[in-house]
């Protein structure tokens, strides 16, 4: 099946900071999103995002589906981003549709 | 606040326990989900219900056995359970399971633990 690989696992920032978190996918996929889990597991739809450049506040995702990758972009980070993004790519049609979750990059920002 | 929400937040059951997970969704979907959410694993997706008709369920074992008395709410019902059965179980809805475009919500999530 296919595979969803997030990078970096983990990442420390100071705030302030900018990072540009990834997903790599192995298979061409319908659509992809980035949520953000926050400490008390609420998990919050971020982007959906099939392919180019979308932004959100201090946040931007860019997806290049025909390289099959996606980032996510933080910037100007805050305590309260602290967290784990996850990337999910959608499958299939009909019935058969899924998402295929990454293992998410837990982020923690530090004062 | 993303219109699903789940009771308890906190469960602890002992192995012949029987309880509920009960989610609300308050956003008009026609799609519910159960997810189960274990430390180092992707999410796992366990039930699927669109118009209150379940259309997935993955291979899930019986000990879990999931209701929707209408497209607004959702239980998963729970006896005889393993310690490897603690995890964050969330809840989802979306506006259809099948179409396109489909964003998820999710709730806050039960925290189970199996003792």
């Known amino acids: 099946g296919i595979q969803v690989e997030q990078s970096p696992p983990d990442l420390i920032l100071q705030e302030g900071a900018n990072s540009t978190l990834r997903c790599n996918f192995s298979?061409?996929?319908?659509?992809l999103q980035w949520f953000h889990q926050n400490p008390w597991g609420q998990l919050i739809n971020l982007f959906y995002?099939?392919?180019?450049?979308k932004q959100n506040g201090r946040l931007s995702a860019t997806t290049v589906a025909t390289e099959r990758y996606s980032l996510l972009y933080i910037s100007s980070s805050q305590t309260t981003d602290s967290g784990v993004y996850f990337c999910?790519?959608?499958?299939?049609?009909?019935?058969?549709?899924?998402?295929?979750w990454g293992l998410g990059t837990s982020l923690a920002v530090n004062p | 606040e993303t219109g699903v929400t789940q009771t308890p937040r906190h469960l602890v059951m002992g192995m012949t326990n029987k309880k509920s997970l009960k989610c609300e969704q308050h956003?008009?979907?026609?799609?519910m989900y159960w997810y189960k959410q274990s430390a180092k694993k992707p999410l796992e997706l366990m039930f699927v219900?669109?118009?209150?008709?379940?259309?997935e369920n993955n291979s899930v074992p019986s000990r879990f056995s999931p209701e929707c008395p209408n497209s607004s709410h959702l239980f998963l019902h729970l006896h005889t359970l393993q310690p490897e059965d603690s995890a964050l179980y969330l809840c989802?809805?979306?506006?259809?399971?099948?179409?396109?475009?489909?964003?998820?919500?999710f709730g806050e999530g039960s925290w189970l633990t199996v003792v």
């Open positions: 989802a809805s979306s506006q259809d399971s099948r179409g396109p475009g489909n964003t998820i919500y």
């Open positions: 956003l008009g979907h026609n799609a």
């Open positions: 219900y669109s118009l209150e008709e379940r259309v």
């Open positions: 298979d061409s996929v319908n659509n």
């Open positions: 995002i099939p392919s180019g450049t």
């Open positions: 999910a790519v959608e499958r299939g049609a009909g019935n058969n549709r899924k998402l295929i």
